[in-house]
């Protein structure tokens, strides 16, 4: 039963920090890619960060470099995101999700497990 559950959202002052966690089923986390996307209202989701299952080297979008870091840990099978210095373009649903796919993940079509999300509000 596949399953992505996220939490941590929540309310957060310009400037301030927060969390966020998806714990992956132990099937779907072997994965290739663990990703983090965002939505806000009114506009197209956008991929946030990425981190390969092997290696795990990780990739950002040019507007969350540098406040933004995805991290996992194998033993629980949970993806993190933590967030810093957020402005109010980072007010959106944070979603995780999962790519079996052998590819570069940067595309969403490469996902083929999504959460239900958490919202941040900043």
């Known amino acids: 039963h596949v399953q992505l559950v996220e939490s941590g959202g929540g309310s957060v002052q310009v400037g301030g920090s927060l969390n966020v966690s998806c714990v992956v089923d132990?099937?779907?986390?072997?994965?290739?890619?663990l990703g983090w996307y965002r939505q806000a209202p009114g506009k197209e989701r956008e991929g946030v960060a990425i981190?390969?299952?092997?290696?795990?080297?990780?990739r950002y979008t040019d507007s969350v470099k540098g406040r933004f870091t995805i991290s996992k840990d194998n033993a629980k099978h949970t993806l993190y995101l933590q967030m810093t210095n957020l402005n109010p373009e980072g007010t959106a649903m944070y979603v995780c999700?999962?790519?079996?796919?052998?590819?570069?993940?940067?595309?969403?079509?490469?996902?083929?497990?999504w959460g239900q999300g958490t919202q941040v509000t900043v």
């Open positions: 999700a999962v790519a079996d796919s052998a590819g570069d993940c940067y595309s969403a079509s490469e996902y083929n497990y």
């Open positions: 981190i390969y299952t092997a290696g795990g080297s990780t």
């Open positions: 132990s099937y779907t986390y072997r994965g290739n890619c």
